[in-house]
């Protein structure tokens, strides 16, 4: 996996600004925001990016600077709204509809796998692993529920258009982890 300067410049300017959003919405950390929302977001993106490698596709991320300042906005009003840029993805050849669907599905698996990572550290660490893997848990379910939408260009159309089944099975998934780490997992206080 290669990257270029410019997408170096914009992975670590998405990671900051996502950051010092969710740091602020959330009121905690700016370390501990880096570190989940910069992870999560950072290995979903490079999920893609394999995937689109593995298919002999070019591929590299660019941010959108736009929703990054739009998220550090909303921040102040107690909302994340992280729509950080794409992998954007060239082919010399056709891209088959099983090979497009694998590469959208790719991102929202890292994070459905960072969340069963996060919660089991969760279940068998003690503070301060507590802390950083509850936050690191709940993020990563909803970044991959909020990519699992079917809507305009997040993965979830295209996985929905090359797949019903593995749609609503990440979709379920998805939902699940939410719904586990909004009632039964408790984000302990940083020590």
């Known amino acids: 996996m290669n990257f270029s300067k410019t997408e170096i410049i914009h992975l670590l300017l998405s ?3 996502l950051g010092i959003a969710f740091a602020i919405a959330y009121e905690t950390e700016f370390f501990l ?35 990054l300042i739009l998220a550090v906005l909303l921040s102040f009003l107690g909302v994340v709204f992280a729509a950080p ?3 954007l993805i060239a082919s010399r050849r056709p891209m088959k ?5 694998l590469i959208a599905a790719a991102g929202p698996t890292a994070n459905i796998i960072l969340s069963a990572i996060f919660l089991t550290l969760f279940v068998i660490g003690s503070a301060p692993l507590k802390t950083v ?22 993965d979830g159309r295209k996985v929905l258009y090359w797949s019903r089944a593995v ?3 990440m979709t379920i ?12 997992v408790n984000v302990p206080p940083v020590q």
């Open 15 to 17: 990671i900051i600004a």
């Open 33 to 67: 925001a880096v570190l989940t929302l910069g992870l999560a977001f950072i290995l979903h993106e490079l999920a893609h990016k394999l995937a689109a490698q593995h298919y002999g596709c070019m591929a590299e991320f660019r941010a959108d600077f736009r929703m």
């Open 85 to 87: 840029g794409a992998v």
């Open 97 to 101: 509809k099983k090979e497009f669907g």
């Open 133 to 154: 893997s509850a936050v690191g848990f709940m993020v990563n379910s909803w970044v991959s529920l909020f990519n699992i939408i079917p809507f305009m260009d997040f």
């Open 167 to 169: 749609f609503w099975t």
């Open 173 to 184: 998934i998805s939902a699940l982890l939410v719904i586990i780490s909004e009632f039964f």
